[in-house]
């Protein structure tokens, strides 16, 4: 791995090629219909008969409602997608998400629930001192869960980032109960990536906030019970906040996205200064230790595993938070060439980075010395001062990743090497606003395998293991990939060894570009 250079300390954006000539993006952030009735899709090439069950995909769908106007792409109404996969065949169909929000926007034809990006007007129907007070209102949090699917005890939750998730049949794509996790656990929000263990406990994180101050939270669900199991109904019983830790700056919470675990140990990222580790398994206590590095801004985390005392992480690293709030859907539906071009320039890209955390630092820790003893990695940590560490990263890749933009929307062999060692991720290429390539990267050799073809936009790859699987990479990876430039849409299947295409599924549908999903496998 290669230690940090000065040319690498220059951002991001200027380390990638600078774009001409970008295509609109603007079809892929149009509204559509929903397909609710399953399709049949055209095979090209081959389909593994092995493979059988449901790519589950989430995402914005609906950007307006008679007059209004969604501002920004977070905000659009979560469309839910299903591929099915059965001895080789495949069908598709999408409904949209049946939360509070859809249903009152569509009475209403107009925005009545406030989203990420944009507030909703005051009711015209109400008198001059109704509406005039209502615009002093806190908004209330919306359920227009459209972020990813997630498990909580052998159930389908659509999820977002508030306190609300929506129960969702995996098969129908049928809208069940809302859930709001405040009525389990004193948590006002919850993230839409969870961490699953392999008893079939599920671990999150959520906010909490009163007079003594402003906590993240580290939540445990436990595993599904075998009674539970023909129950129609949501079940969270059992789920308990585990370990509570303050905000360094109360009125100036972080935010996040995600986080990273273990075997034993989760990581909480207080973004953009401090880094907080915390014992998960067996105290549930945060650690005495604070560790820190230079600023930067993380959504997605590749995996963490623990080696010889110290804990490996790595994640998907921007300079600088600015790109959240970039995605307006003005930007995203800028016109082809000078206007894209100079969008997509300025957006700093995410690069994978690996840090070392120092497990067994104490008052006998020597200060100022390179704590990091572990062959072969170059990341450093530094005893400071009592209590905290500074830690510099290695960048996880070479300069070829360069080429393809950075990356996101990194995903592994999750089952089998989730918080342990391994050598394979898979993950999008940003050479363009939305992502414009699949790579798989060795993380030992640095090499990357690519897919890539213009006019074509992938999504988030996901691993699917193949029966009786005996190396890290046997098995598939499933991406559903978009074009602006007709009305098609397909699945696409590559062997996850060689990267190379196997089949596709194409159906003659416009999709929007989504956000995550999820493979649900039947017996």
Known sequence: MKKETDSEKVPSRQRCPQASGLESLAPLVRSVEETPSPIPSTIRGTIPTWINGSFLRNGPGKFEFGKDRYNHWFDGMALMHQFHICEGNVTYNSRFLQSDSYVCNSEKNRIVVSEFGTLAMPDPCKNIFARFFSRFQIPKATDNAGVNFVKYKGDFYASTETNYMRRIDPQSLETKEKVDWSQYIAVNSATAHPHYDREGATYNMGNSYSKSGFFYNIIRVPPPEEKAATEDSADLTGAKVICSIRAAEPRKPSYYHSFVMSENYIVFIEQPLKMDLMKLMYTGMESEVMYRAAPMLTLHQINAFEDSGFLVMDMCCADDGEVIGDFTLGNLRRDSGEEMDKFYNSLCRNLPRRYI????????????????????????????????????????????????????????????????????????????????????????????????????????????????????????????????????????????????????????VNIPYGTHGVFNKMS
């Not at 510099?392 to 995903?411: A, C, I, N, R």
């Not at 990267?499 to 194409?506: K, V, Y």
């Open 357 to 508: 955390l120092p497990l067994t630092v104490d008052e006998q820790t020597p200060l100022d010395q390179d704590l990091v003893t572990l062959r072969n990695y170059t990341a450093t940590a530094k005893k400071t001062k009592q209590g905290e560490v500074y830690m510099t990263h290695e960048e996880l890749h070479s300069d070829e990743l360069l080429q393809y933009g950075g990356l996101e929307f990194p995903q592994i062999n999750y089952h089998h090497y989730n918080g342990r060692p391994y050598r394979y991720f898979y993950s999008c290429g940003f050479g363009h606003v939305f992502s414009d390539s699949l790579l798989k990267m060795d993380i030992h050799t640095k090499e990357l395998k690519v897919w890539r073809y213009p006019g074509l936009y992938p999504s988030e790859p996901v691993f699917v293991a193949s029966p009786n699987a005996t190396e890290e990479d046997d098995g598939v990876v499933l991406s559903v990939i978009i074009t602006p430039r007709k009305k098609s849409s397909f699945l696409l299947v590559l062997d996850a060894k060689t990267f190379t295409e196997l089949g596709r599924a194409e159906v003659p």
